[in-house]
């Protein structure tokens, strides 16, 4: 299985910056889009970023010209600098990605799409 693994959160004050970091590891053959979502309390998790492989960008309306996402796919990593943080942007951020995956099955290696998610870090930014 594709597994996700994320750096870079923790406490900062308004006006800072954050860098995130995820990396997939697995036996992966491919990766389609990576992206970061958010989750406050109380709240539906949100799409914060993304990019696909061939490196176009989305972003949030409320983060554009703040945050910018990158990845390394020689690395299969993906990260999202966050500048200019605010209070609003305090939430549990997740690291998903898709695509395709080599898994074993008997004699047989097959290829099998995945689409994983990171365990989620905490960025708070205070006021």
């Known amino acids: 299985q594709v597994q996700l693994v994320e750096s870079g959160g923790g406490l900062v004050q308004a006006g800072g910056s954050l860098r995130l970091s995820c990396t997939a590891s697995?036996?992966?053959?491919?990766?389609?889009?990576m992206g970061w979502y958010r989750q406050a309390p109380g709240n539906a998790r949100e799409l914060v970023a993304s990019?696909?492989?061939?490196?176009?960008?989305n972003y949030t309306d409320s983060v554009k010209g703040r945050f910018t996402i990158a990845r390394d796919n020689a690395k299969n990593t993906v990260y999202l600098q966050m500048d200019s943080l605010k209070p609003e942007d305090t939430a549990v951020y997740y690291c998903?990605?898709?695509?395709?995956?080599?898994?074993?099955?008997?004699?047989?290696?097959?290829?099998?799409?995945?689409?994983?998610w990171g365990q989620g870090i905490q960025v708070t930014v205070s006021s």
């Open positions: 697995g036996s992966i053959i491919s990766i389609n889009g």
């Open positions: 990019v696909t492989s061939g490196g176009s960008t």
């Open positions: 998903a990605a898709d695509g395709n995956a080599w898994s074993r099955s008997s004699a047989f290696a097959v290829r099998r799409p995945f689409n994983s």
